[in-house]
């Protein structure tokens, strides 16, 4: 069983910056980590993904060169760099763990944490 806790989301303007951070606990060797979100009346929808080593990322083409996916093992965090934020980057962002490799798929992921808020604000 693996826990996983999201944090650092908040109000912010158009143009601004936030840091999202995830936590895992429990079993959690080799495992890869996704952030996807989630706006109302929307489906959630992938965000970024990074694998165990690092080696391995992928983004969703609207947040490409805004947003950046890292990861401290030694932490068991994963952290979301999100830069020029837009209105419509507003979502609960979620963070999700799945063994060895990356997915952009929903369904791909085990374990899910509760979200955090981003409302950017115009």
């Known amino acids: 069983q693996v826990h996983v806790v999201e944090s650092g989301g908040g109000v912010v303007q158009d143009g601004g910056s936030l840091r999202l951070s995830c936590a895992a606990s429990?079993?959690?060797?080799?495992?890869?980590m996704g952030w996807f979100r989630q706006a109302p009346g929307k489906e959630r929808e992938f965000v970024a993904a990074?694998?165990?080593?690092?080696?391995?990322?992928s983004y969703a083409d609207s947040v490409k060169g805004r947003f950046t996916i890292s990861r401290d093992n030694a932490k068991n965090t994963v952290y979301l760099q999100m830069n020029d934020l837009k209105p419509e980057d507003t979502a609960v962002y979620y963070c999700a763990v799945k063994e060895l490799m990356i997915s952009t798929t929903r369904g791909a992921y085990d374990y899910w944490g509760q979200g955090t808020q981003v409302t950017v604000s115009s």
């Open positions: 990074i694998s165990w080593t690092g080696g391995s990322m």
């Open positions: 429990g079993r959690t060797g080799n495992y890869a």
